[in-house]
């Protein structure tokens, strides 16, 4: 079966403090994975795919096809990143989403 | 280029009702999808068109119906609308050999 996990509905923590958004998938076959974030009043937007490996305001995200985990990860959070954040399988034409994770960064 | 646009931003119909939504591509995308974004049941892929031709769909009831024009624009429509169509719905536009899609704002359609 084709399936995201995202185990936390919420992630709260101080601003300066290191991030980890966890994403699990399953898929038989090789996958493409994203992250996407969703501010506030504002559209679904694309953060990450994993092909790209680049850094985008300071996220990054290793597919482990070992572990089938895409976490995301940033050193020092900052008030800006509280947002809501999905992980996405792309597959068939479309895209699989995980329930998503509320990332709440406390000042 | 102008993002992906999606038409009314909000919607206000009673059960028993139809809607339709629509939905203009990044200029030079062919390929579009819908979703539905619910707090319950979160995102979840309708059914995606390319070149005018419906190539996959979710796993909702025929109820939920699209198409696409020559133009690449697509359109989607609910019928007999139940109180759980309540949703976010959301087009996404896609360019040719990537995977990676650009969302709309959403149509926000509330059915009482």
């Known amino acids: 079966a084709q399936r995201v996990t995202q185990p936390e509905k919420l992630l709260s923590v101080f601003k300066g403090a290191p991030v980890e958004l966890k994403c699990n998938y399953s898929y038989s076959g090789s996958p493409e994975l994203f992250w996407y974030v969703q501010y506030s009043r504002q559209r679904l937007q694309l953060l990450l795919r994993h092909i790209s490996r680049e850094s985008i305001k300071g996220f990054t995200a290793d597919l482990n096809k070992g572990e089938t985990s895409f976490h995301l990860k940033k050193p020092f959070a900052q008030e800006e990143d509280s947002a809501m954040y999905y992980c996405a399988l792309g597959a068939t034409n479309k895209l699989i989403f995980g329930t998503g994770t509320l990332l709440a960064v406390q000042p | 280029k102008a993002g992906v646009t999606q038409t009314p931003r909000y919607l206000i119909k009673t059960r028993g009702q139809q809607v339709t939504l629509s939905c203009s591509p990044i200029s030079g995308h062919r390929s579009v999808s819908w979703y539905q974004q619910t707090p319950g049941q979160g995102l979840q892929f309708l059914f995606e068109?390319?070149?005018?031709?419906?190539?996959n769909k979710g796993n909702f009831p025929g109820r939920f119906s699209g198409r696409q024009f020559s133009n690449s624009r697509s359109e989607m429509n609910v019928s007999t609308l139940e109180l759980g169509d309540s949703a976010l719905y959301l087009c996404a536009s896609r360019p040719q050999g990537g995977n990676e899609q650009f969302f709309g704002p959403g149509t926000r359609l509330t059915v009482l």
């Open positions: 068109y390319f070149s005018e031709t419906q190539r």
